[in-house]
């Protein structure tokens, strides 16, 4: 049972255009959101994050949508560049705490020149 | 030390061998998590542990796998009779504290079991 989903297995997005990577959650009680960044061979590294009383986060470049009636969220990067290339995990949780964030298979982005 | 360090960052086995992987965390964290990741899967949570008590154990797949935290610092994670199915990259994390959602992760054990 796959809490968290994140359908598109890799996206190819321009250098210099909009990225939009999707993520889709089924479980209700979560009310935290977050994206991870991970270069091959390293481990996740934190990026942006959002609580559910909020619709949008930003931070540079980026900016988390969340939608709760859709139970959707979505990371926006622009431009992208090309050290934006990695795979994206999103992950949820309840009531806060890491032990009971669940994450998504991840989508590898791939920003061409 | 300045990250979360894993060791070994490789490991090959035969299977029906125990294994040991190892992790010391962020000094002063005292949350530290176990996530495996299978090839074309998300993160899997294994165990969680806040200083050297494990109140989470639900994501640990067998009773072939355990985990230790001594001195609320370094864990072991043990694999014991190794199967094919456990290959895959198992990550460490730890944060300031349980009620943190930002992990900072090493970089992973790649175990391959043959």
């Known amino acids: 049972d796959q809490q968290v989903k994140q359908n598109s297995p890799s996206l190819s997005v321009q250098e210099g255009r909009i990225s939009i990577l999707n993520c889709d959650y089924t479980n209700s009680m979560f009310d935290y959101f977050l994206w991870y960044k991970k270069y091959p061979a390293e481990g996740p590294t934190f990026l942006i994050s959002i609580s559910s009383i909020k619709d949008k986060n930003e931070d540079g470049r980026f900016t988390v949508f969340l939608n709760k009636s859709a139970k959707h969220l979505s990371l926006h990067i622009v431009p992208s560049q090309p050290g934006d290339s990695a795979v994206y995990f999103c992950a949820a949780s309840v009531g806060g705490g890491a032990d009971g964030l669940t994450f998504g298979k991840g989508t590898h982005l791939i920003i061409q020149p | 030390g300045a990250g979360v360090s894993q060791s070994p960052s490789n490991k090959v086995t035969e299977k029906g ?7 010391d965390p962020i000094s002063g964290h005292t949350a530290l998590y176990w996530y495996r990741q299978s090839l074309g899967q998300g993160l899997e949570f294994l165990i969680y542990f806040q200083g050297n008590s494990a109140p989470d154990k639900s994501g640990l797949p067998s009773d072939r796998f355990s985990a230790e ?3 609320g610092s370094v864990s072991t994670l043990t694999i014991q009779r190794t199967q094919q199915e456990d290959s895959a990259v198992y990550l460490c994390a730890s944060s ?3 009620g943190e959602e ?7 054990t790649q175990l391959s079991v043959l």
Not at chain 2, 17 to 23: F, M, P, S
Not at chain 2, 102 to 108: M, P
Request: glycine content about 16%.
């Open chain 2, 17 to 23: 061998k125990d294994v040991e992987l190892r992790c």
């Open chain 2, 69 to 71: 935290r001594t001195g």
């Open chain 2, 96 to 98: 300031s504290d349980r």
């Open chain 2, 102 to 108: 930002k992990l900072f992760f090493g970089s992973g």
